[in-house]
């Protein structure tokens, strides 16, 4: 790196909801002079990540703070077929509105992480289509149905490399800044997400499609026959895979380190919580003023 500028790689990790953050972060990172020249991503990190490679930050900015726990429920299409949901409706409003072209048309270099569910593969997307890497980046399994890619079967990169730091540095990063989101993940996990009660609105109401009451009781708590108040199955699958996901990236970063940690404090959020971007976003920003002073000593090195 003697006489040039080091290449300042940025990875976005996995985390569901609170991956708005990831929004805050690449603000605020931008704001104090530090913009990446490369993000990896994985899962919802690859998702916000390939819209700012792309140049749409702005545009995700204003639509994940404009969504309502009803603009969630209505991107989302049951299957009950590998998955709860398809992703078709998500993905083609990705498409429509952020990133509809190869990863060789991006602004800035971008790639992505998946797992092969037949052979529990890790699988860098870097060619072809961004927004059907994404898709396979986001496929949480048993709630996104997988996606075929090549021959092979792929979901959520969050099962192998939730942080991929490794991937970055294989990017040609010099040094690396990575947003770990479960650091303060467990907190409220399993709380119900702020929707049909704080909204005015029940499952069944006049006029809503049978699917859609459906889909809304998967992502409520519920009363069983003692009234004792349980998770939702949504909410028990997706803390269940993100316990794992938690274990797998301390692993992972404990032999693959980033040159700076950023760890947004997000425990209060739902893991379904999609509808608080505003909240997510704002923690991002905090996370990387809390750590200025390490990303200035890690840059001046």
Request: charged letters at 20%; one cysteine or more; aromatic letters at 6%.
């Amino acid at each position: 790196m003697t006489g040039s500028k080091p290449k300042l790689g940025l990875v976005l990790g996995s985390g569901s909801a609170r991956g708005w953050a990831h929004i805050g972060v690449i603000r605020a990172l931008t704001e104090a002079g530090y913009a990446p020249d490369m993000v990896a991503g994985c899962s919802v990190g690859a998702f916000v990540g390939a819209a700012h490679a792309n140049g749409d930050l702005d545009n995700l900015q204003h639509w994940v703070e404009s969504l309502t726990w009803k603009k969630v429920l209505g991107l989302l299409d049951v299957s009950f077929s590998g998955g709860l949901i398809k992703g078709e409706k998500l993905i083609e409003f990705f498409q429509r509105n952020f990133v509809d072209h190869e990863f060789a048309k991006l602004a800035m270099p971008f790639a992505c992480v998946a797992t092969d569910l037949a052979t529990g593969r890790e699988i860098w997307l870097r060619e072809g289509s961004v927004a059907a890497a994404v898709r396979a980046s986001i496929a949480v399994p048993g709630l996104f149905t997988p996606v075929v890619r090549e021959g092979r079967l792929l979901v959520d990169g969050g099962l192998v490399n939730p942080v991929p730091v490794s991937l970055c540095r294989a990017m040609g990063a010099d040094i690396v800044i990575a947003v770990d989101l479960g650091s303060d993940r467990m907190g409220g996990s399993l709380r119900q997400p702020a929707n049909d009660v704080e909204a005015g609105e029940s499952a069944g109401e006049d006029g809503e499609l049978g699917w859609a009451a459906r889909l809304r009781k998967a992502f409520s708590r519920q009363r069983p026959g003692n009234g004792e108040l349980l998770p939702s199955m949504a909410g028990v699958l997706t803390t269940s895979i993100h316990v794992m996901q938690m274990r797998i990236a301390r692993s992972r970063l404990a032999g693959e380190p980033a040159d700076v940690m950023l760890a947004p404090r997000l425990g209060h959020l739902a893991l379904m919580d999609y509808h608080r971007g505003s909240e997510a976003i704002a923690e991002g920003r905090a996370a990387v003023l809390r750590m200025l002073p390490a990303l200035e000593h890690a840059l001046s090195a």
